[in-house]
């Protein structure tokens, strides 16, 4: 474990939307990997695409699953442009990296013409309302 890992047996936030014990707004998911709107965005429509196979990093998880979110980022990246026409990919590795909920994650983030999403402080949590908006947007292909 490097210095940047969260400590073993963490409980896993990601793990419990998959197995449905803890809620989100989920835009696609199929046998292998899920997409949901992170609840506190950078910008409307923020979304993560997680494997349903826990690892930390993309390196912890088997090459199939790999490929497999990659398909999946693509199909979410093709419903994103709905919303925007540009958008950020990102993937925090390790917590000096920036990630906060150790389940390898993408962030499809799009961009609306602010200078810098990324910005610190507070995130504004999620509205039901909003989310349910941006879910109608992006749930079929």
């Not at 989100?24 to 949901?36: H, R």
């Not at 992170?38 to 199939?64: C, N, Q, Y």
Request: proline residues 9%.
């Amino acid at each position: 474990m490097d210095e940047g890992s969260p400590a073993p047996g963490t409980k896993c936030v990601f793990c419990d939307i998959v197995a449905r014990r803890a809620p989100a707004w989920i835009v696609y998911e199929d046998s292998t990997t899920v997409a949901f709107l992170d609840i506190f965005p950078f910008t409307r429509g923020h979304l993560l695409v997680i494997p349903k196979r826990h690892g930390a990093r993309l390196t912890d998880i088997p090459f199939e699953d790999q490929m497999a979110l990659v398909r999946t980022l693509d199909e979410v990246c093709r419903r994103a442009e709905r919303l925007a026409p540009d958008y950020n990919v990102a993937l925090n590795a390790g917590a000096w990296a920036g990630q906060i909920v150790f389940h390898v994650h993408f962030h499809v983030i799009p961009r609306y013409g602010e200078s810098n999403p990324f910005r610190a402080g507070h995130r504004p949590p999620l509205s039901e309302p909003e989310a349910r908006a941006v879910v109608a947007e992006l749930a079929n292909p």
